[in-house]
């Protein structure tokens, strides 16, 4: 049992790492119209030298005019009253049209701090050159959500077929259990929802059939 259990943790580093590997870039989609996020940073360093080149890579080709135009007026405004508003609307211009990019809707920009854990140590990750505590913080979390949902799973099984009610608790525990690991893998294996948006399509949605749910008991 023992090595089963390190085999299966082993091959959930695996899972995790390459997700992480494969999603790299996804980091930057989680929270860049957070004020403090990457997107928006590289937008004060472009204002700062008064030069649009930073940000440019954030957008496609077809795109860089309305970032340049409103980069412009931005640089413009400096000193005056609409200072503040032009820088704004350079942000939110930006990261609009980032998102869109990617497939990824824009409601505004969003104050800064209001970034997941996950999201800030795919920061630190990058900046100290080593994903260790990145890997550790995501395995973890994993490994407890996969097992408090196995576990009902697990215990609902047992009286699935005693009445219509445990039935239907069973029911609705397995679909929590197979939907989140489902979504997992998807994204371990590259076809999660950002991949969807890069793409420009959606993944189906997976059939459970009546005849899985006992398959999945034995």
């Not at 390190?6 to 992480?20: C, E, F, G, P, Y």
């Not at 940073?41 to 135009?69: G, I, N």
């Not at 412009?72 to 000193?79: F, L, P």
């Not at 104050?111 to 140590?121: C, K, N, Q, Y």
Request: glycine share 6%.
């Amino acid at each position: 049992m023992k090595k089963k259990s390190v085999l299966a943790r082993m091959l959930l580093l695996v899972t995790i790492a390459t997700a992480l590997t494969l999603g790299i870039y996804s980091f930057a989609a989680a929270h860049c119209d957070t004020l403090d996020g990457p997107v928006i940073q590289d937008a004060q360093k472009a204002l700062e030298t008064k030069d649009v080149t930073p940000v440019l890579k954030w957008v496609k080709q077809k795109d860089e005019k309305a970032v340049r135009t409103a980069f412009a007026k931005a640089q413009s405004a400096k000193g005056k009253k609409n200072a503040d508003a032009a820088e704004k609307q350079f942000f939110a211009t930006l990261v609009k049209i980032h998102r869109a990019g990617e497939g990824a809707p824009f409601a505004g920009l969003k104050p800064a701090g209001e970034v997941e854990p996950a999201i800030t140590e795919a920061d630190k990750a990058l900046d100290s050159g080593s994903s260790a505590a990145l890997v550790k913080l995501v395995t973890d979390d994993v490994v407890a959500g996969i097992q408090k949902r196995y576990e009902r799973a697990a215990a609902t099984y047992k009286h699935k077929d005693e009445s219509v009610e445990q039935g239907r608790e069973f029911v609705e525990a397995y679909v929590e259990y197979t939907h989140y690991v489902e979504r997992l893998h998807l994204d371990a294996t590259g076809k999660g929802a950002h991949d969807e948006h890069a793409q420009g399509s959606k993944q189906p949605p997976a059939k459970h059939r009546t005849s899985d749910i006992h398959k999945h008991g034995n």
